[in-house]
């Protein structure tokens, strides 16, 4: 376990030191190009801020007014409550467009089941093995102005329903 948080704390010390040897290794001119870098990336930023909001907003919405539970009980009528427990739905439903929005839903799963409940587990493993499927594709495309995305959500939502039944099969494995 020491041995983890050893290297937890060196690696990123030691890959900047690398990136910055290697920079001066071949003569670049260091300072300039991270300015550079941090222009771009503040300029990204300022052209995905209007849909960030949007997005932000619209998850506020939905969760205040309560469709996000209406959809989550209807999603869950079609599934049977042994295979998908109805309270992790909404955490699915939420992760597609908010990461921030999503992890406040599993915090309360956690408070009202515990953390080592088959719920937890759940909520735990869909977190990391599924993206934020809206968020991503509307800051990635609009970052570089695609206008079609052709198969880009079919195929984010194949993946991103196989991770959530993926994260119940190893769950229910696991306990």
């Known amino acids: 376990m020491k041995l983890l948080i050893f290297l937890s704390n060196t690696i990123i010390p030691l890959l900047i030191f690398y990136i910055v040897g290697t920079g001066l290794l071949q003569k ?3 300072y300039e190009q991270f300015i550079h870098g941090a222009e771009d990336g503040f ?3 300022i052209k995905i801020m209007p849909t960030l909001i949007g997005l932000m907003v619209a998850v506020g919405i939905l969760r205040a007014s309560g469709l996000l539970d209406a959809v989550s009980a209807a999603i869950g ?3 049977h409550e042994n295979v ?3 309270e992790v739905i909404p955490v699915f ?3 597609l467009f908010s990461n921030s929005a999503a992890t406040g839903l599993v915090l309360d799963i956690f408070k009202k089941y515990g953390t080592d409940s088959v719920q937890g587990y ?3 493993i869909m977190m990391s093995s599924t993206e934020t499927v809206f968020y991503t594709m509307s800051v990635y495309f609009m970052s570089v102005k695609v206008k079609k995305t052709r198969w880009t959500l079919a ?3 194949i993946a991103a329903i196989t991770g959530a039944v993926v994260s ?3 769950a229910k494995y696991l306990i």
Do not use: E, W
């Open 28 to 30: 670049q001119n260091i």
């Open 84 to 86: 998908i427990p109805g």
């Open 168 to 170: 119940v099969v190893l």
């Open 43 to 45: 300029r990204t930023v």
């Open 77 to 79: 009528t079609v599934i």
């Open 122 to 124: 759940i909520c735990s």
């Open 93 to 95: 439903v939420v992760r």
């Open 155 to 157: 195929g984010a939502m």
